[in-house]
């Protein structure tokens, strides 16, 4: 019979799943926006999501760098 830690110790692992399964999800990108998503403030190129190729580069690599980070 599960005693009062191993009922606590189950409730945080479900927690910390669940925590773990929302952080790998994508975000939904807008279909219009109104500034480059590499946060530099500009209006995005017609039909793009960034303002230049540099942004889409730099933002592009944080986005791996964070898939790797929560893929450990």
Do not use: F, W
């Not at 191993?6 to 807008?30: F, G, K, S, T, Y």
């Amino acid at each position: 019979m599960p005693d009062e830690i191993d009922i606590a110790n189950e409730h945080a692992e479900c927690i910390l799943n669940a925590q773990i399964a929302a952080a790998r999800v994508r975000p939904d990108i807008p279909k219009t926006l109104t500034h480059c998503l590499n946060g530099c403030g500009d209006a995005p190129a017609l039909g793009s999501h960034y303002c230049c190729p540099d942004c889409a580069q730099d933002h592009e690599g944080r986005m791996r760098v964070r898939q790797r980070q929560v893929a450990r």
